[in-house]
């Protein structure tokens, strides 16, 4: 199946840093997602973004289907941006099937 | 519009028993999914229905889970015989095509 790394695995920030996520998948995509998962465990979706750069805010997304790669950028980071965020891919061929891959865990501290 | 919803959102279950975790999609989505989360993973596939098809199962860990979808809108996965390692959250997720994909909130299942 395809494989989907993230990293970094971790990290801390002080409240109004800036910081970039990636993601590397192993095989063409043609859904790609950016979840949230915040402290109650709920998966809230932030991008919906099989190629191309969106923006929402503070935040924004970048796929590059052809490299296999996507970035999540936050900048001024808020202490409600903590918890682990998902990238999550549909590869390309199947059906809906969703593969999260391994997240990173965001703690922002004030 | 209403997201997914999930119930019960928490289930305590002693060993051996079975127990009946409840979806409802988003009105209208044809495909429906199961993930598990076990603490501190990512959610992992379970199984996959396009209406009331159940297309690929693949992802259950055991015959103890099986999952229907008799109407093609609500779905219930069901443990029997429930063990320690079932413990987790269990994750609905439905979709109307590829435009991305919507999670309920989760149940929460602790087995004792």
């Known amino acids: 199946g395809i494989q989907v790394e993230q990293s970094p695995p971790d990290l801390i920030l002080q409240e109004g840093a800036n910081s970039t996520l990636r993601c590397n998948f192993s095989d063409s995509v043609n859904n790609l997602q950016w979840f949230h998962q915040n402290p109650w465990g709920q998966l809230i979706n932030l991008f919906y973004?099989?190629?191309g750069t969106k923006q929402n805010g503070r935040l924004s997304a970048t796929t590059v289907a052809t490299e296999r790669y996507s970035l999540l950028y936050i900048s001024s980071s808020q202490t409600t941006d903590s918890g682990v965020y998902f990238c999550a891919v549909v590869r390309s061929g199947g059906y809906q099937k969703v593969t999260f891959g391994t997240g990173t865990k965001l703690q922002v501290i004030p | 519009g209403a997201g997914v919803s999930q119930s019960p959102r928490y289930k305590v279950a002693k060993r051996g028993q079975d127990v009946a975790l409840r979806c409802d999609p988003i009105s209208g989505h044809v495909s429906l999914f199961w993930y598990q989360q076990a603490l501190g993973q990512g959610p992992e596939f379970l199984t996959y229905?396009?209406?009331?098809?159940?297309?690929?199962k693949s992802g259950l860990p055991s015959d103890r889970f099986f999952a229907e979808r008799p109407e093609g809108s609500v779905s219930t996965l069901k443990i029997q015989r429930t063990q320690q390692e079932d413990s987790a959250v269990y994750l609905c997720a439905s979709s109307p095509d590829s435009t991305g994909t919507s999670f309920g909130p989760g149940t929460r299942l602790t087995v004792t």
């Open positions: 229905f396009q209406n009331e098809a159940q297309l690929d």
């Open positions: 973004i099989p190629s």
